[in-house]
């Protein structure tokens, strides 16, 4: 995949670290010229040192050319500006933001942002997750080895994926007591749909929790 990348940031340094370089072709414009030297020099990547929120800037660095931009910086203004110039302007397939203030994220979504990332919103649903489990191993009984609390995510070849709850055959001392879903969480009911990327708070007895495993995995 061809990947341009706008941050200023060193956090920039970590992702290229995670990206397969040698797979995916990345760019990176910046502000930053020390911090572009120098990954261009110890990655050796391609950087354009300028604005990424002009245009002149991005058909520097060859926008166009990419299927995906993804931009990083701390003010949530210019990351939607280059995110609108990549789809609108330049036709880029996929856009993906850092949203710092995530009272934005409906706002990015409206204009065309493929992809949100928040901080915030992700810290506040491991909150989120980790009070609703205190919650239901707190009704269990104490110590008990035989009933057992996990958390499954739907995935592309989940065979629970786009079938409601009713549909998967559960067995009788088991149940999906939870569901966590664009950042928010809640009990799911017969007719719920489980979908890509939904994370279930399932419980069920020693027996049966690796069969009720499979049904989603």
């Known amino acids: 995949m061809n990947i341009l990348i706008a941050c200023e940031?060193?956090?920039?340094?970590f992702l290229i670290r995670l990206l397969d370089t040698k797979e995916h072709r990345i760019?990176?414009?910046s502000n930053n010229r020390e911090l572009g030297f120098m990954i261009e020099e110890t990655y050796g990547i391609p950087v354009v040192i300028g604005d990424a929120?002009?245009?002149a800037v991005l058909e520097q660095a060859a926008i166009d050319h990419?299927?995906?931009v993804m931009t990083l910086g701390e003010n949530d203004?210019?990351?939607?500006?280059?995110?609108?110039?990549?789809k609108k302007e330049f036709h880029v397939k996929k856009a993906a933001a850092l949203v710092n203030n995530p009272d934005n994220v409906s706002f990015f979504t409206?204009?065309?942002v493929d992809h949100c990332i928040s901080e915030a919103e992700l810290?506040?649903?491991?909150?989120?997750?980790?009070?609703?489990s205190d919650s239901i191993t707190k009704f269990l009984p104490a110590r008990d080895p035989d009933i057992l609390v996990k958390e499954i995510v739907v995935?592309?070849?989940s065979k629970a994926l786009n079938k409601k709850i009713w549909e998967i055959p559960f067995q009788k001392q088991s149940l999906a007591a939870c569901i966590f879903r664009d950042g928010k969480a809640f009990i799911p009911h017969g007719n719920t749909e489980c979908r890509e990327g939904d994370r279930l708070i399932i419980i069920a007895d020693q027996d049966t929790i690796e069969e009720t495993i499979t049904l989603f995995c």
């Open 9 to 13: 940031s060193p956090r920039i340094l």
């Open 53 to 55: 929120t002009c245009t």
């Open 77 to 86: 203004a210019e990351n939607l500006v280059i995110c609108e110039l990549a």
């Open 110 to 112: 409206q204009n065309g």
């Open 27 to 29: 760019s990176l414009v």
């Open 66 to 68: 990419f299927d995906l």
């Open 123 to 132: 810290f506040s649903s491991i909150v989120k997750k980790e009070s609703i």
């Open 155 to 157: 995935g592309t070849k």
